[in-house]
């Protein structure tokens, strides 16, 4: 079984100012890793990183919106200075309704930033990654991406990119020393459900703290383990949808997330 990697090795965490981002970030900084934290909202990283400081915790703030072009390919290319990296793909956002209802560009939008800035990242990463033989990326996914969504369709369709991609990459990187895991939480406390639309929902879940989801996939990440989901009743209801037929799951999901 494999150890947590060397504190040498930086890490790069994308929204990293609140929620399961924040606390990622936290947590390398606390094991000796140089921390980049990416999101947009600069008075927030640069709290974290004061609040860090004192204790001995290295994060240097980097604000980026990678949503857009401009701030992809900063990230991106402070991820190619050819060193290995502790890639944390957790940016991203949800929304829900009918998708008929919702805003076309703010739908096309969450494509960019759950799988096109993802996929961007990692492509940066791993060449240094490989070439060192240490490293590796863990991408935020979601239970979501076991089954479809209706009523949060693109989200839903994201994430399961996101997971598939994920698995496939580990299989591909086996044996490299390059470490691949995807984190599939369940209802978490974080700012998700305000942006998203479905608080009701979540609070109904009794959702999991951020500093709980971070531990367990970090947990993970240490013994190369591709799939993480936190906590069991979220690892059972994830996975029993392969026993059920897909119509039956559609029918069972809907309500859920249906607008009220």
Known sequence: MRSALSPSVPALVTGASSGIGEAMARALAGRGHHVVAVARRRDRLQALAAEMAPSGGLIEPMVADLGTEAGMSAVAERLQDGRAWVLVNNAGFGSRGRFTELDATREVDEVLLNVVALHRLTAAALPGCVAHGTG????????????PVPY?????????????????LAVELAGSGVRVTVLCPGATRTEFGEVAGN???IEMAMPMGPVR?????????DRNQTICIPG???AVGAYSVRLVPRSVVRRVVAPLFKPR
């Open 136 to 147: 590796g990326v863990l991408n935020v996914a979601s239970t979501a991406a076991f089954q």
């Open 152 to 168: 949060m369709a693109t989200y839903g369709a994201t994430k399961a990119f996101v997971l598939h991609f994920t698995e496939a």
């Open 199 to 201: 608080v009701r929902q």
């Open 213 to 221: 989801v971070a531990a367990s996939a970090l947990r993970a990440f």
């Open 232 to 234: 069991a009743a979220n």
